[in-house]
């Protein structure tokens, strides 16, 4: 009998669900921060914008260096060990920019999925300041995927320039909801509740048997903050199908 799996955590008290067929099994959990796995951040817990939330952040000496080294996505996130191969994440998501934050800083953030052992991981990830810029370019790259640690912004954008990228309507300082549905080796963003998808993934990099954690993601120069964040096993009836 196929099991479905729901995960939703709401600011570090969530419930996991296992439902089977026509008798859905429901066990309650409360899950502290002790069990993300923290890859560089630190979390606690805040209020922001009238909600509870989870606050994270990197070490400022962790910020990249333009001037010594290549601006590229890296792994700092914190994030849930879960078995998650198929189905649907959904996340509450904010932004700001860190007092010392460097001049390239966009208020990156997003959700990475499938993280193995090795922390290779599939993500999409915002910049909310680029949705606002008064560059095109720049707006045309407000949304991001990419897979670590080989398919990194930089590569795909100079091999496949605009395939994994995107515009959307997001700013800082203002929750966005993002969800993300997974399908083999097909993913979709969908934002702010939106029917329509943001961004189209037809060839997520690490294969379609990849499977693993999930968690939320930032980059230099962000102090970011979530809450009600689900993962679920169980896709649409109608996923879409690919767009070629």
């Given at each position: 009998m196929k099991t479905n799996l729901l995960l939703i955590l709401i600011a570090g008290f969530s419930s996991f669900v296992a439902a089977q067929s026509a008798e859905p099994l429901a066990l309650q959990k409360s899950f502290p921060l002790s069990d993300?796995?923290?890859?560089?951040?630190?979390?606690?817990?805040?209020?922001?914008?009238?909600?509870?939330?989870?606050?994270?952040?990197?070490?400022?000496?962790?910020f990249q260096d333009p001037t010594k080294e290549v601006l590229t996505d890296r792994k700092f996130m914190a994030?849930?060990?879960?078995?998650?191969?198929?189905?649907?994440?959904?996340?509450?998501?904010?932004?700001?920019?860190?007092?010392?934050?460097?001049?390239?800083?966009r208020g990156f953030l997003g959700l990475s999925f499938r993280i193995d052992k090795a922390e290779r991981f599939e993500n999409i990830y915002l910049r909310?300041?680029?949705?606002?810029?008064?560059?095109?370019?720049?707006?045309?790259?407000?949304?991001?995927?990419?897979?670590?640690?080989?398919?990194?912004?930089?590569?795909?954008?100079?091999?496949?320039?605009e395939k994994y990228e995107t515009y959307a309507?997001?700013?800082?300082?203002?929750?966005?909801?993002?969800?993300?549905?997974?399908?083999?080796?097909?993913?979709?963003?969908?934002?702010?509740?939106?029917?329509?998808?943001?961004?189209?993934?037809?060839?997520?990099?690490?294969?379609?048997?990849?499977?693993?954690?999930?968690?939320?993601?930032?980059?230099?120069?962000?102090t970011a903050y979530f809450n009600n964040l689900k993962i679920s096993s169980k896709l649409p009836d109608a996923h879409p199908e690919q767009v070629k």
């Open positions: 993300f796995i923290r890859s560089g951040v630190s979390l606690k817990y805040g209020d922001y914008l009238g909600k509870k939330a989870i606050k994270m952040q990197m070490p400022a000496e962790n994030w849930l060990p879960v078995d998650f191969h198929d189905g649907i994440i959904e996340v509450d998501i904010a932004s700001t920019l860190a007092h010392d934050a460097p001049a390239y800083a909310p300041t680029n949705s606002q810029a008064d560059d095109q370019v720049r707006r045309n790259h407000s949304v991001q995927y990419f897979a670590y640690p080989d398919y990194t912004f930089e590569r795909l954008r100079k091999e496949t320039p309507d997001i700013a800082l300082e203002r929750w966005i909801h993002m969800k993300i549905t997974v399908s083999g080796q097909q993913a979709r963003l969908y934002l702010d509740h939106s029917s329509t998808p943001a961004l189209l993934v037809n060839d997520l990099k690490l294969g379609s048997e990849a499977r693993g954690g999930v968690g939320v993601w930032i980059e230099s120069g962000t």
